[in-house]
């Protein structure tokens, strides 16, 4: 929304047609606010704006109408809470939930790709799935969890997530459209001054309150930005492989619908993400994207080098999969997408274009474009204390 001001979405509630449904649950009293004259003015200008500077309260509300929206905003997030726990849009009705519900027995497959997923693999050590990681064996069996988890399954139904925040290592994506939003659009907002001497320090950023982050709230937590250099949100494995009913999965050969995964979009396909977490240890090149070396092959035996390499997650990058185990996994996602015991009713509505051909492997590689080179980090970003570990390439 870029909104510059968290009383902009209560003044836009207040206009909303759903008005009444909202004063039904939290009040009839909720909008007695006194909106100051330019307000329409203000809120029609996006948050990033030069404008305002650093003041995150351009409305300028009496103490009394500031309290009043800031209860009414909190009420808004609880009720948009509400919803996404909701059956419409979290109804837990994959062939995972089924089979946990002793409904439906995964396949061999399935089942061979869960086990990896909980074990050897460790990807339930982030992507929690409510049971423990299997535990991993004495030398000289393995270095990698596989041994049989015998602790009892969590009481709620698991979300895939920990909600927590990691970095992968991934290389900067110079497809990223942020790359190239360098000019003012009609308000005057520029989302990326810095072209390619932005990096992306995901949870460091926001620690230091930098470019394109709303403020920390706590300054306590400055000190601990370059521990969070690179770190994003782990997302949830769920509904990773869902694709409108026409394009029946996300991999090529297909017909598939073509998907973009991690935070910046770089790997195109389930097969690569796996393939990553795997082999990003095994195959690294000091490259950036689309500059892997002659007779490599990018994604596949070339991996280039990490944007943030500092923080990188060392848990994963050399799991010693097979091509075959890396398949399985991918099977075991598919298992997660909602709609197989209760179907969605509108996933036929799609009106694009599956895509057909190529590899798993290389999907999306006909795209790559040769990163430029590359300037050093803007100042803005990595030059702000407490500095980042080691110098961002």
């Known amino acids: 929304m870029g909104f510059p001001d968290t009383a902009c979405i209560v003044f836009?509630?207040?206009q909303a047609v759903y008005r009444p449904l909202f004063e039904q649950i939290w009040g009839s009293d909720s909008f007695d606010i006194k909106w100051p004259h330019d307000t329409e003015d203000i809120c029609d200008t996006p948050g990033g704006a030069a404008k305002f500077g650093s003041d995150?309260?351009?409305?300028k509300l009496k103490p009394e109408d500031r309290t009043l929206s800031d209860n009414d905003y909190d009420h808004w997030a609880q009720s948009i809470s509400f919803f996404e726990r909701g059956d419409d849009v979290s109804p837990f009705s994959s062939k995972f939930d089924a089979f946990l519900a002793n409904k439906y027995t995964l396949t061999p497959d399935e089942q061979a790709g869960y086990d990896l997923f909980r074990g050897k693999a460790n990807c339930n050590s982030c992507h929690l799935d409510g049971r423990s990681t299997a535990p991993t064996p004495p030398p000289p069996q393995g270095k990698a969890p596989n041994s049989t988890d015998t602790d009892a399954a969590a009481s709620t139904r698991p979300l895939f997530t920990c909600f927590g925040s990691s970095n992968l290592g991934l290389p900067l994506n110079p497809r990223?459209?942020?790359?190239?939003?360098?000019?003012?659009?009609f308000f005057g907002f520029t989302a990326n001054p810095f072209g390619f001497g932005f990096r992306d320090l995901g949870l460091g950023t926001f620690l230091r309150s930098g470019p394109g982050s709303w403020p920390n709230p706590n300054e306590d937590w400055i000190q601990y930005a370059p521990d969070s250099d690179g770190l994003m949100q782990v997302s949830t494995a769920r509904n990773v492989a869902m694709t409108p009913t026409m394009c029946p999965t996300t991999e090529a050969p297909g017909p598939y619908f073509q998907k973009e995964f991690f935070h910046n979009g770089y790997i195109k396909s389930l097969k690569q993400l796996v393939h990553f977490y795997n082999t990003r240890d095994k195959y690294p090149f000091s490259v950036t994207s689309g500059h892997c070396p002659a007779g490599k092959t990018e994604k596949v035996d070339c991996w280039p080098m990490p944007e943030v390499p500092a923080t990188m997650d060392m848990t994963i990058g050399n799991l010693e999969l097979t091509d075959h185990e890396e398949d399985l996994i991918v099977t075991f996602l598919q298992t997660l997408t909602d709609g197989f015991t209760t179907p969605y009713?509108?996933?036929?509505t799609y009106t694009g274009v599956c895509m057909i051909g190529g590899s798993a492997k290389t999907?999306?590689?006909?795209?790559?474009?040769p990163t430029p080179p590359l300037p050093p980090c803007a100042s803005a970003i990595c030059g702000v204390p407490p500095l980042p570990k080691s110098p961002i390439p």
């Open 12 to 14: 836009r509630l207040s």
């Open 56 to 59: 995150t309260q351009p409305v």
């Open 176 to 185: 990223d459209a942020i790359f190239y939003q360098t000019t003012p659009d």
């Open 345 to 348: 009713p509108d996933r036929n």
């Open 363 to 369: 999907q999306g590689n006909e795209f790559l474009i």
